[in-house]
């Protein structure tokens, strides 16, 4: 059991819809589309947020049933996925995978995960966790790889990367420390 007085371990995950957000704002480029799930993410409001603070400060880890979830859609009609950011990673949900949190839904007081409806992915990807969205999506989707690569040679051209330009309305300026 962690010790009271000392702060938690670096590595809690408090936000970790804010965090996927965060991540898939940074690969939009490479992505058709997404939606965040916060309907079945936790934590959701800043009383369940405070109270998972709450938790790891007391345990020393990230309790159980913090994740964040969002569904993908790939670009080039690759497919869908629906993914999640929990303390292990990364993770492509696998069809069947109810997962305990606070809040109603379905299995029974659970929620329930949507599979990848298809994707052109080369290796089984259900269940399968990675350290970045990067890497999963360079796992998931062959057109994201196109992507990336596309983005990089326009950011060595000097080019203003689109990934910054979150509303069509007005374009935030890249930050200092990716140059």
Request: net charge negative.
């Given at each position: ?5 000392s702060?938690p ?10 965090e ?7 690969h939009a480029?490479?992505?058709a589309?997404?939606?965040l ?7 959701r409001?800043?009383?369940e ?12 880890h990230t309790?159980?049933?913090?994740a ?16 999640l ?5 990364y993770?492509?949900s696998?069809?069947?995978?109810c ?19 298809k994707?052109?992915?080369q ?16 796992a ?10 596309e983005?990089l040679?326009?950011?060595f051209?000097g080019?203003?990367s ?8 007005e374009?935030?300026e ?6």
């Amino acid at each position: 059991m962690h010790h009271p007085d000392s702060p938690p371990p670096d590595n809690i995950l408090e936000d970790p819809l804010g965090e996927l957000d965060a991540a898939l704002k940074s690969h939009a480029f490479g992505l058709a589309s997404y939606q965040l799930r916060p309907e079945v993410s936790y934590p959701r409001t800043d009383d369940e947020k405070a109270k998972v603070r709450d938790e790891a400060k007391a345990e020393g880890h990230t309790p159980e049933g913090v994740a964040g979830r969002a569904h993908l859609v790939l670009l080039k009609n690759e497919g869908e996925a629906d993914i999640l950011l929990d303390q292990r990673g990364y993770t492509v949900s696998h069809p069947n995978t109810c997962l305990e949190h606070s809040g109603a839904g379905s299995c029974g007081g659970r929620w329930l995960i949507v599979q990848i409806e298809k994707t052109t992915a080369q290796q089984p990807l259900l269940s399968s966790t990675f350290e970045s969205l990067d890497a999963l999506l360079i796992a998931l989707s062959p057109a994201y790889q196109e992507a990336m690569q596309e983005e990089l040679l326009r950011r060595f051209e000097g080019g203003v990367s689109s990934r910054f330009n979150y509303d069509d309305e007005e374009v935030v300026e890249e930050p200092k420390w990716i140059n």
